[in-house]
């Protein structure tokens, strides 16, 4: 057989064992579902016994016309246990329409005894107050049915909330452990799953990668319309709760808007997914390697315009659990980040995205899921008229040195028509005179951020403030509290104002390097460095923020001396970007010329 032959089949085999489809098992828990099954009755038992037919029952009553009543029996109902106090209230009451008399006995809209606020006692109170002063009692009735009346018609907030509780914990926890009992566990076995951990993902199999777009799409609908049913009743209520209450009914309008705006992202979700359809990834390689490449092309259900943007974000996550009992959340911190452009070109069936990232040595690998681990996330962006195309992946991504078989172009080189080639003094707020250079980042340069921050402090402090307030009532636990509260979120809004009003201005003269920081004006940091006191000069991370699935990073460029370190540049958006400025200052300063020489 002819050598070159030989080469092909050992290159076809070594492809088809990494990549070769694994047996993919679904294993459903019966019992889990099971154990889910009485939390999730106990949930929808609240829902449709209790909380629907109390907002149905106010609803009705909103019309019904009044009319004086007399009072035969007023009485508060005490019940005591070891444990706790209930109240009640019981009434029999004489009412005429239309000339007819009529009985009635029902009090308030909800029946039976509880202890939740001071609702029963307070109304108990008032009705034994007017049958001991034969004072008349208004009677609301239902005019197709006049022996349908109460004496009370307000909705019990506090109750309803109470009972809501148990909807959404006993219900919802029941409901998840039902939903995951007969989904149940996708598996993939194969003999080379050892050595190759990512065959055991299914959703990985072949090196075909999907979004997350439909599944988030159907949870995104589940719960605007979970939220939507609970809180659009509430509503309807709000005049009476104004005029009552006051500003409270500010507070209840609250939960109706945010409904709307789940119900404007679910639309929006299917509304994406329609136009863009399932947009299947292929990695190249596969799996993307540390200390190689990540790449691969995504194929997207549009019509091919060579002038559209994508612009393509890979990022290495920290996924953790932090807090203990039930105030435990998850999080995620970025490690590592790098962004760029994707190449445009057509496809039979619509238009074929491409990209690939350079990945240093040293990074985590992807890991399986727990409370803490390690992830590899791309992102892909395009603004397009109507509905952006926002796609999220979670990509296999292990140490290697293997680079893309057929895609060449860097995506952090890569620019898209219309867009300007990267160069260091592009990316840099930079003024030449001479040999001078001038960096000069101004106040307010990233005000609606810093707008954020302050706001997100703000509303901590405002808690802190009314805590303070009902401390005066309940003592010191709510004083500490009010403290920890009212420190962190002065401490926000303070952070907030020096994004706000920080300036940094840094100068090379040609011989040494100049960095001031000001507040206001204010010099408050004025650091200088001769230009062969600078040991090295290194990226660092500044700070990241999150929206949705996409992470933002900020690196900042610093220069270490014998005597601390020297901020020059901040606010650069990726990894690559970071390390053409990190190369430009290298050249600036001489320090490039110095490390060729002592390595030579």
Not at 10 to 32: F, G, Y
Not at 199 to 225: D, M
Not at 448 to 460: E, K
Not at 581 to 596: C, H, M, P, R, S
């Amino acid at each position: 057989m002819p050598k070159p032959r030989i080469q092909a089949i050992i290159q076809s085999a070594a492809i088809w064992n990494k990549t070769m489809p694994s047996t993919v098992k679904t294993e459903k828990s019966w019992l889990l579902a099971l154990f889910g099954l009485p939390f999730f009755c106990v949930g929808a038992g609240f829902l449709l016994f209790s909380i629907v037919p109390t907002l149905h029952d106010a609803a009705r009553m909103a019309s019904w016309p009044e009319t004086p009543g007399t009072l035969l029996q007023a009485q508060l109902v005490t019940s005591r246990s070891s444990k706790s106090t209930t109240y009640g209230v019981k009434a029999d009451y004489l009412y005429n329409v239309g000339g007819l008399d009529y009985r009635g006995s029902r009090v308030a809209i909800n029946t039976g005894n509880d202890n939740v606020g001071g609702f029963q006692q307070s109304l108990g109170s008032r009705l034994e107050n007017a049958r001991i002063n034969n004072q008349t009692v208004s009677v609301w009735y239902d005019p197709s049915n006049p022996e349908d009346a109460v004496l009370n018609r307000d909705i019990r907030w506090g109750l309803l909330g109470f009972k809501l509780i148990f909807v959404i914990v006993f219900g919802g926890a029941g409901f998840a452990m039902i939903y995951f009992g007969l989904r149940g566990t996708k598996t993939a076995a194969t003999p080379a799953s050892g050595a190759q951990p990512w065959l055991q993902r299914p959703e990985w199999q072949g090196g075909v990668i999907h979004s997350n777009a439909k599944t988030g799409t159907y949870f995104v609908w589940g719960f605007a319309v979970f939220w939507n049913l609970i809180s659009t009743p509430a509503a309807f209520f709000i005049p009476d709760i104004w005029r009552e209450k006051g500003a409270l009914a500010l507070l209840v309008l609250l939960f109706p808007c945010v409904g709307l705006g789940l119900l404007f992202w679910a639309i929006k979700s299917t509304l994406e997914w329609k136009r863009f359809g399932a947009t299947p990834m292929t990695m190249d390689p596969f799996p993307g390697a540390i200390g190689g490449d990540v790449g691969g092309e995504l194929l997207v259900n549009i019509l091919y315009q060579p002038s559209t943007a994508f612009e393509v974000t890979l990022s290495c996550i920290n996924s953790y659990i932090s807090g203990r009992g039930e105030d435990r959340s998850r999080s995620e911190k970025v490690i590592w980040q790098d962004q760029g452009y994707a190449e445009v070109h057509p496809s039979m069936h619509g238009t074929r995205l491409q990209y690939r990232f350079e990945v240093p040595d040293g990074l985590p690998s992807s890991e399986e899921h727990s409370d803490n681990y390690h992830l590899w996330r791309l992102n892909i962006h395009g603004d397009m008229p109507g509905v952006d195309l926002k796609r999220s992946f979670e990509i296999p991504v292990y140490p290697g040195k293997e680079k893309s078989r057929r895609i060449t172009s860097l995506s952090t080189q890569h620019q898209p028509s219309g867009h300007v080639q990267l160069r260091a003094d592009a990316l840099l707020p930079l003024t030449r005179t001479g040999s001078r250079v001038d960096i000069y980042y101004p106040m307010w340069r990233k005000p609606l951020s810093a707008f954020a921050i302050m706001l997100f402090g703000g509303i901590f402090s405002g808690v802190g403030v009314f805590l303070w307030k009902q401390a005066t009532q309940e003592g010191f636990p709510l004083n500490l509290m009010s403290g920890i509260f009212g420190l962190v979120g002065s401490l926000i809004v303070l952070s907030g104002l020096y994004a706000l009003f920080n300036s940094l201005h840094v100068r090379f003269d040609g011989h040494s390097l100049t960095a001031v920081r000001r507040i206001l004006g204010v010099p408050v940091s004025n650091k200088t460095s001769a230009y062969p006191l600078i040991r090295s000069i290194e990226i660092k991370q500044n700070g990241s923020s999150q929206s949705g699935s996409t992470h933002h990073i900020d690196y900042q460029i610093i220069a270490k001396t014998a005597s601390g370190t020297i901020v020059l540049a901040e606010g650069l958006n990726s990894h690559s970007k970071a390390e053409l400025v990190v190369d430009y200052f290298e050249k600036l300063t001489g320090l490039k010329d110095t490390q060729a020489l002592s390595a030579a």
